[in-house]
């Protein structure tokens, strides 16, 4: 089945830019999603549409997409956002979606 | 405010069946899709499938076909993951979740989220 692909890692310190790519064959077609999960909590939408923002998530987090690669963006990273960062999409004819394997960010 | 609340935690044995539920509230539940993604202890998420509550048109991932079952009682306002015999690889934290106002008809990506349901399958 269909698989994305993320780096399992990415350290970062406060105040510089951390990005996650996520890779899949099929992301030239179909749009991307990126979520936040900090342990014990509910994953949080923070992008969906390649580059939407749901209402109240900071403007800090931004995405974009080329090709094969969507891109989630944190600008002026801070201590709070260290958690997992997953991505997500459909495969190339939308009947199912996957979650890619998801990117530990730390922050220095 | 849209919420989903999901039913407690479950501990199981190998082989018997289970149903968690997921009621959700504060929105037209018949006019949306409801999602369930899997979390196993220390590992990442799993998007199981979709479930349109209005006429129960279901959408499975291909790595949860025939293994569990989604269903949803739009009178109840409630949608469903089912199993019919459990074994201990299931155990995992099962989420249920809809789609934004934004997301177009089938799209299976989620901004609600309920609050989670553990299941522990041991012996």
């Known amino acids: 089945s269909y698989e994305l692909t993320q780096p399992p890692s990415v350290s970062v310190s406060p105040g510089q830019t951390a990005r996650i790519t996520c890779s899949g064959d099929a992301l030239p077609k179909q749009h991307g999603s990126w979520y936040q999960q900090k342990p014990g909590q509910a994953p949080v939408l923070l992008i969906y549409?390649?580059?939407e923002r749901p209402s109240g998530i900071p403007e800090r987090f931004s995405g974009s997409s080329s090709g094969t690669t969507v891109t989630l963006t944190i600008s002026g990273v801070q201590a709070e956002d260290e958690a997992d960062y997953y991505c997500q999409s459909a495969d190339s004819s939308g009947s199912y979606y996957v979650f890619g394997p998801g990117t530990k960010v730390t922050v220095l | 405010e849209v919420q989903l609340v999901q039913s407690g935690a479950e501990v199981k044995k190998p082989g018997e069946s289970l149903k968690i539920s997921c009621k959700g509230s504060g929105y037209s539940f018949s006019s949306w899709w409801i999602g369930w993604v899997r979390q196993m202890p220390g590992k990442g998420l799993e998007w199981m499938g979709i479930i349109y509550p209005g006429d129960s048109d279901t959408r499975y991932s291909p790595s949860f076909q025939g293994q569990v079952t989604i269903s949803a009682d739009k009178s109840i306002r409630t949608a469903y993951l089912q199993w019919s015999s459990l074994t201990a690889s299931d155990t995992a934290i099962y989420y249920c979740?809809?789609?934004?106002?934004?997301?177009?008809?089938?799209?299976?990506?989620?901004?609600?989220w309920g609050q989670g349901t553990l299941v522990t399958v041991s012996s």
């Open positions: 549409k390649d580059s």
């Open positions: 979740a809809r789609p934004p106002e934004a997301a177009a008809d089938g799209e299976g990506y989620f901004e609600y």
